[in-house]
């Protein structure tokens, strides 16, 4: 997708080196959130001595969601969570926040990419109204 240096490239780099279940899991939420929203941009954060790959975000008019990726499971945390409708239930984890929710995804789990989809584009509009000027 993108050259090494590049946060794309980054991500790329991190899902080939994790060359298990994880790395499919990212890979595929991430293909679902760039068709949810073409105009998403990706990032790297938070990058440390204990992390240094970082952690993949995604961003338009504002984070919507990070990729973290732990031994059991992908977490998909959305930073603005707690304020996204979500009819399909999705939400598994980070529950008790104020701001943010999650979606932990373990080996085998199956994510509805159509709800996923919706989750992504509810999160887009949300950010984009934080944006627009107060009349």
């Keep these: 997708m993108g050259d090494a240096a590049s946060p794309t490239g980054r991500i790329d780099e991190k899902i080939a ?11 595929r939420v991430r293909a679902l959130i760039h068709e949810a929203d073409p105009e998403v941009t990706e990032a790297v954060k938070w990058v440390k001595p204990t992390n240094p790959a970082g952690v993949p975000t995604w961003e338009h008019a504002g ?41 932990d995804i373990r080996q085998g789990d199956e994510v509805d990419a159509e709800a996923f989809k919706a989750l992504i584009r509810t999160a ?3 950010n984009l109204e934080r944006q627009r000027p107060k009349s």
């Design 63 to 103: 984070i919507l969601c990070t990729g973290e990726v732990y031994k059991a499971y992908v977490k998909l945390t959305f930073a603005r969570g707690a304020a996204l409708d979500d009819p399909a239930g999705l939400f598994n984890a980070s529950l008790g926040g104020g701001t943010r929710r999650a979606i």
């Design 124 to 126: 887009v509009a949300l």
């Design 17 to 27: 080196g994790l060359a298990d279940w994880r790395g499919d899991v990212l890979a």
